[in-house]
């Protein structure tokens, strides 16, 4: 069984920056994730990296200004994001043991973290 723990969400402004955290225990492999939910939208890929080949996937609206990485001695997957926008505001989700950016192949999900930016 997988747990996922996400922390390093938070409330910022434009423009700001904030680093959110996934520490996993088990085994996570091929991919993990970052997906987010704003109210009344539905779940969106934000950033994806594989384990294997360290390769990695980001949605447009965040290429340019988000950043996944992982550590594998920690068994945990960073999101850096910066020049952040209103837009970014929503539940953002750590998920893990997926294909890519096949979110329906993602068997564990962490509980959320919120992000909210104000203009």
């Known amino acids: 069984q997988v747990q996922l723990v996400e922390s390093g969400g938070g409330s910022v402004q434009a423009g700001g920056s904030l680093r959110l955290s996934c520490a996993a225990s088990?085994?996570?492999?091929?991919?993990m994730g970052w997906f987010r939910q704003a109210p009344g939208k539905e779940r969106e890929g934000v950033a994806i990296?594989?384990?294997?080949?360290?390769?990695?996937y980001y949605a447009d609206s965040v290429k340019g200004r988000f950043s996944i990485s992982q550590d594998n001695a920690k068994n945990t997957v960073y999101l850096q994001m910066n020049s952040l926008k209103p837009e970014d505001t929503a539940m953002y989700y750590c998920?893990?043991?997926?294909?890519?950016?096949?979110?329906?192949?993602?068997?564990?999900w962490g509980q959320g973290t919120q992000v909210t930016v104000s203009s």
């Open positions: 998920a893990a043991g997926g294909y890519g950016t096949a979110m329906r192949t993602y068997n564990y």
């Open positions: 088990g085994y996570t492999y091929p991919c």
């Open positions: 990296i594989c384990h294997v080949d360290d390769s990695t």
